[in-house]
């Protein structure tokens, strides 16, 4: 994930990387047995979850706010940014408990961005709804902060 440092990702439409297109980012849904967290480097179908009306590699973020900073000094300040909408997973049948979500760059060879857990789910016939946080320094989902 220390790609979010160099520029690796682009979540608006300024230039990075020459491009003015925003890359495309999916969520994945990982089973409570599967190990993904801040080493996770790219998105593995290994141990993703799977079930009816779920895709493999997860669902579409459609965008992202715009990336925001602010600086409280010279040498420091807060970075963030959140999507726009929540992530919602629709009429799936989930059986085995998953946990995880892990939010990568589809643009960019699948990279991984961020992982998030929350407590164990299972979902039938159902829909699955990520909410997302308010879009603050506090409370971004992507939040970069220096002191």
């Given amino acids: 994930m220390g790609q979010l440092l160099t520029g690796t990702?682009?979540?608006?439409?300024?230039?990075?990387?020459?491009?003015?297109?925003?890359?495309?980012?999916?969520?994945?849904?990982?089973?409570?047995?599967?190990t993904v967290n801040a080493s996770t480097t790219a998105y593995s179908a290994s141990n993703e979850v799977s079930g009816?009306?779920?895709?493999?590699?997860?669902?579409?973020?459609?965008?992202?706010n715009a990336p925001t900073a602010t600086n409280s000094s010279a040498t420091a300040g807060v970075a963030f940014t959140t999507p726009t909408t929540s992530i919602t997973y629709s009429n799936v049948t989930?059986?085995?408990?998953?946990?995880?979500?892990?939010?990568?760059?589809?643009?960019?060879?699948?990279?991984?961005?961020?992982?998030?857990?929350?407590?164990?789910?299972?979902?039938?016939?159902?829909?699955?709804?990520?909410?997302?946080?308010?879009?603050?320094?506090?409370d971004a989902l992507l939040r970069l902060a220096t002191t």
Avoid: C, E
């Fill in 9 to 34: 990702h682009n979540f608006g439409t300024g230039v990075v990387r020459a491009s003015t297109t925003a890359d495309t980012f999916k969520a994945a849904l990982y089973l409570t047995t599967a």
């Fill in 52 to 64: 009816t009306g779920y895709s493999a590699g997860g669902v579409t973020i459609t965008a992202w």
């Fill in 94 to 138: 989930l059986a085995t408990a998953f946990d995880a979500v892990l939010i990568y760059n589809s643009t960019q060879s699948n990279k991984a961005v961020s992982v998030h857990t929350f407590g164990s789910q299972t979902i039938t016939a159902g829909t699955f709804t990520l909410t997302m946080p308010t879009n603050n320094t506090t």
